[in-house]
């Protein structure tokens, strides 16, 4: 197997790689040899991969957006009405 090295790297990149890695509970070399067989071999996200993307893409939004209040609570006052 061969080893890769990559010089001046960009800062936003990498800060977003690593981002990545760290929700896919990967290294940030094992993240960047994923996403390298994602988009050059066009392997499909196993079924673990692809939970992973939609819990990071969920804690995205509600990072910008925050979450709603359960609506278990907003029904029960409902139906007290």
Do not use: C, W
Request: aromatic content about 4%; overall charge negative.
């Amino acid at each position: 197997m061969h080893a890769l090295q990559i010089r001046n790297f960009p800062d936003e990149l990498y800060e977003k790689l690593k981002k990545q890695a760290k929700s896919h509970h990967r290294s940030l070399a094992g993240e960047a040899l994923s996403v390298l067989e994602q988009h050059l071999l066009g392997s499909p996200l196993s079924r673990d991969a692809l939970f992973n993307e939609i819990a990071g893409v969920r804690e995205e939004i509600a990072q910008q957006y925050g979450t709603a209040d359960s609506s278990v609570s907003l029904i029960r006052e409902d139906r007290q009405r």
